[in-house]
């Protein structure tokens, strides 16, 4: 019973460099989300994509890009890495964002730009 | 902005004890209210759900809300050093995603 994979589970990049994180979840849900967690900030959401076909914006996108793969599959990307993107990132799942379902998340990716 | 406020903490109670921590939101118009537990280096895990006015009841966990007031409690029976971790509190109208707050760090003295 997997629930929400994500990989890698460490990167280090160097200031530049692109890199993608994927998520996938097996819990049939519809709606998925990438967060960063950094000391003192809590979680912060970058993007969300409440059904295939739709992303949206969270708090923080700026440096992002993601793409909703399939009902499964949720990928976020970082064209040029930047240090202020040293963090965790979590990628989570719920059953459907309107309907008030809690979200069960990943096991987070630690990403450290050089 | 929409806000979720927590006490950072740390909130330090002896092994036994209840733990109570709490949470307060700005926007009235939320209608579910989470828990999650998080242990240091790992991810988030939901451990209560409440909807509606009132207390509700998962073992040693009860999760408060009074949506008048806007917060919502979760208070841990019996502490257990095992209960050690940061609990966030989450909260949405069901029209936007979850807003989190950064976070109570709760330590259980043995």
């Known amino acids: 019973n997997a629930g929400v994979t994500q990989t890698p589970k460490f990167q280090v990049l160097k200031t530049g460099q692109s890199m993608t994180l994927q998520c996938a979840q097996d819990m049939n849900h519809n709606s998925m989300y990438w967060y960063r967690q950094d000391p003192g900030m809590g979680l912060r959401l970058i993007y969300y994509?409440?059904?295939?076909?739709?992303?949206d914006k969270g708090e923080v996108p700026n440096g992002y890009n993601v793409s909703r793969l399939n009902k499964r599959e949720f990928s976020l990307r970082l064209e040029s890495a930047a240090p202020s993107q040293t963090s965790v990132y979590f990628c989570?799942?719920?059953?459907?964002?309107?309907?008030?379902?809690?979200?069960?998340f990943g096991d987070g990716t630690r990403l450290s730009i050089l | 902005q929409k806000e979720v406020e927590q006490n950072s903490g740390p909130l330090s109670v002896p092994e036994g004890a209840i733990a109570s921590l709490n949470c307060t939101y700005s926007d009235r118009g939320s209608q579910s209210f989470f828990w999650y537990r998080q242990y240091s280096g790992k991810s988030p895990e939901l451990i209560m759900s409440?909807?509606?006015?009132g207390d509700k009841e998962d073992g040693r966990f009860t999760a408060q809300l009074n949506k008048a007031s806007q917060y919502v409690s979760l208070l841990i029976r019996d502490s257990q050093p095992s209960d050690s971790a940061t609990y966030l509190c989450a909260v949405t109208t069901g029209n936007t995603p979850l807003v989190f707050g950064k976070g109570t760090r709760l330590s259980v003295i043995a």
């Open positions: 409440i909807y509606s006015n």
């Open positions: 989570a799942s719920s059953q459907d964002r309107l309907n008030n379902q809690p979200q069960h």
């Open positions: 994509s409440a059904s295939e076909g739709t992303t």
